[in-house]
């Protein structure tokens, strides 16, 4: 719905093509409904953006979109909607694309995305010192948005009604998306709401929806919804909240509550950009703040909504091992054969080739220690898997289902494997391990640790990795051995993967002698140390039917 916005249309406008959006234009329809603007958009502004757009422009004299909106959507041929109550809304690259998904996963889905504002504050409070049109035009300038939609989260901020971030409630949702049918239960918007803007009609539409029995939240994580500034009713010089309360006081019979409970779950499906993960490490710290002012469990009385359930047949690959061990080698061995390893990081200071992590699976394992009292140097006795951390799994792995085989590699998921293993059935495992005087001297070189500590930690880690070869049936292999033998193991683990490229050790191409720095010098190990590297040693030679050859170190 648009409203007086020649400027910010078309911009709008462009984040809804199907270039933009990475869809099938036969997908979805737009409709673009002028609400008696003084200077409305026009058609032909537009049909330049894309024909397929659709076009309705209503008379003056109705202040609220409410009608606006529902006569759009009267208008609308597809079975599922998706409201945008604010023309001036630019979306990210993945709103539609996960919508859709989420249309197809769930029976009864209320989508909804992130809301922000286009720069360093939210706009209540950035127009009245100064921001205005010309220097939103000149941020939008300061980033390739066109190309890249996920660089708007760069020159934004959270929006008031999204101010505890996407892993807590939402107050609203500007871009919001479910199926027709449970928007003609709801009997679309309120048209009683006719103030300016519509006041909180569309706060009252996303709390009716969820109300809805049976329905489904479904937050698209990594995507969003960008105010651009035009002098709007909540945003602009003049802030009418009060009046708007009132209003919805009047119509409802109760104060608005902003977080009525009980507060539904929110599954989450999307992706996770080089932009959003400073926001969505934000929003784990939010949420924690959040949360803690609330007695009891929110949640309680939440109804179980009906899903559909996702492909379990795709097989997932998980390489356990201490830090500096060779995890990205073998890591590495196993994506050149055809593990998917979506995208990780393929180059680093200390790491040539890079460590193969996904930044999103770190940052989950990260945190997760870190709720526990601990971190990767530090490792916590055990930690615990929260819903948020749960429902950021879940997303990782949606985004690999339908692939024959996909797999990770993080050296914390010793300690955090609990949580995948009671959601992943297909799952089959790999560890690596590595003379401890070698590890303790390349952490000493990459981040200064003596190696007392050194030795410490590679025993913290190796105890976890003991526990997990003693509950699962895991290949084993030794890194400090040639490069040579590690192809011919590492052939091995490859057909006993059964992964889609069966090399053999000759055509393995990954590993070279240049990834193996800090050979062992003959130090005395500690005992515990000691007593722990004999026994994988000893478990490493059984792993595969050609013996591994474990160099006797003075100690053994």
């Not at 401890?436 to 007392?452: I, M, N």
Request: neutral net charge; charged residues 20%.
């Amino acid at each position: 719905m648009t409203y007086n916005m020649r400027r910010e249309a078309p911009r709008t406008l462009y984040t809804l093509t199907p270039s933009y959006q990475g869809v099938s234009g036969d997908l979805f329809e737009v409709i673009v409904v002028d609400n008696g603007s003084q200077f409305p958009v026009g058609q032909h502004a537009v049909e330049s953006v894309d024909s397929g757009f659709r076009y309705v422009e209503l008379p003056p004299g109705n202040p609220s979109p409410a009608a606006a909106l529902n006569h759009g959507v009267a208008l609308s041929r597809a079975p599922a909607v998706a409201l945008l109550i604010d023309g001036a809304r630019m979306l990210s690259p993945g709103v539609i694309r996960y919508a859709l998904q989420a249309l197809r996963v769930h029976v009864r889905p209320v989508i909804s995305t992130l809301g922000c504002h286009l720069g360093a504050k939210p706009q209540q409070q950035s127009v009245a010192d100064g921001y205005d049109a010309a220097a939103e035009d000149a941020l939008l300038e300061s980033v390739p948005w066109q190309r890249n939609g996920y660089r708007l989260f760069d020159i934004s901020c959270l929006a008031e009604s999204s101010k505890h971030g996407v892993l807590s409630p939402l107050v609203e949702s500007n871009a919001l998306v479910m199926p027709r049918q449970l928007f003609d239960e709801l009997g679309g918007l309120d048209e009683r709401f006719t103030s300016p803007g519509g006041g909180l009609v569309n706060l009252d539409f996303y709390q009716r929806a969820l109300a809805l029995p049976d329905v489904q939240l479904v937050t698209l994580l990594g995507e969003a919804s960008f105010h651009q500034v035009h002098g709007g009713v909540s945003t602009g010089t003049e802030n009418r909240w009060r009046e708007m309360c009132d209003e919805y006081q009047r119509i409802r019979g109760m104060v608005f509550d902003p977080y009525p409970r009980p507060w539904p779950r929110s599954d989450y499906l999307g992706q996770l950009s080089r932009s959003y993960l400073p926001w969505l490490k934000r929003a784990l710290v939010l949420r924690r703040r959040f949360y803690a002012g609330f007695e009891g469990n929110p949640h309680v009385g939440e109804h179980a909504p009906s899903r559909k359930s996702f492909d379990q047949a795709t097989r997932t690959v998980v390489v356990l091992g201490m830090h500096r061990s060779g995890t990205s080698l073998l890591t590495g061995t196993l994506q050149e054969a055809g593990l998917n390893l979506g995208n990780v990081v393929h180059a680093a200071p200390h790491n040539r080739k890079g460590n193969r992590e996904s930044i999103a699976i770190r940052t989950l394992h990260e945190d997760l220690l870190q709720r526990s009292g601990g971190s990767w140097h530090q490792p916590p006795d055990s930690v615990e898997w929260s819903p948020v951390h749960q429902a950021m799994r879940d997303l990782i792995i949606a985004q690999f289902q339908g692939q024959s085989v996909w797999g990770f590699k993080d050296p914390r998921t010793v300690f955090c494997f609990e949580g995948w293993l009671e959601v992943l059935p297909q799952i089959q495992v790999v560890a690596i391990v590595r003379h401890p005087e070698s590890v303790a001297r390349s952490l000493q070189a990459r981040d200064g640790f003596s190696l007392d500590q050194g030795f410490d930690l590679w025993l913290r880690y190796n105890l976890r990795l003991k526990f997990w070869l003693e509950q699962l049936p895991v290949p084993l292999l030794y890194f400090d051995e040639n490069l040579s033998t590690f192809r011919v193991h590492a052939a091995s683990l490859i057909e006993h993967l059964k992964l889609p490229r069966q090399l053999s050790a000759d055509d393995l191409k990954f590993g070279e002698a240049s990834l193996q720095h800090q050979a062992p010098r003959g130090l005395t190990l500690p005992t515990a140390v000691r007593d722990l590297f004999e026994a994988l040693c000893a478990r490493s030679v059984s792993s595969f039917p050609t013996p591994l050859k474990i160099p006797k170190s003075p100690d053994l």
